[in-house]
């Protein structure tokens, strides 16, 4: 989306460097046969919030964080 097109434009290369270290992870945590979801929605979480900074894009970055901190109610 839109975050993922700035942060191609903006990012660092260290932040480069830690976006390809996370995509690493979260196919190597979805690829386990133990299907250990919590792993994977933290990969998950820990790539897209990076994105979301490198993009500058702070208040989504914010929101984004809330979203998967705060309780999950079903």
């Known amino acids: 989306g839109l975050a993922a097109e700035r942060a191609a434009r903006l990012a660092t290369p260290e932040q480069i460097e830690a ?3 996370l995509a690493v ?3 190597t945590v979805a690829n386990l046969t133990s ?3 919590p792993s994977l929605m933290e990969a ?3 790539f897209h919030r990076l994105i ?3 993009a500058g894009n702070r208040r ?3 929101l984004t964080a809330l979203l998967v901190e705060g309780p999950l109610q079903v």
């Open 19 to 21: 976006l390809s270290r």
């Open 25 to 27: 992870d979260v196919e």
């Open 35 to 37: 299907q250990d979801l």
């Open 44 to 46: 998950n979480d820990r």
């Open 52 to 54: 979301f900074e490198a």
């Open 60 to 62: 989504l970055a914010k």
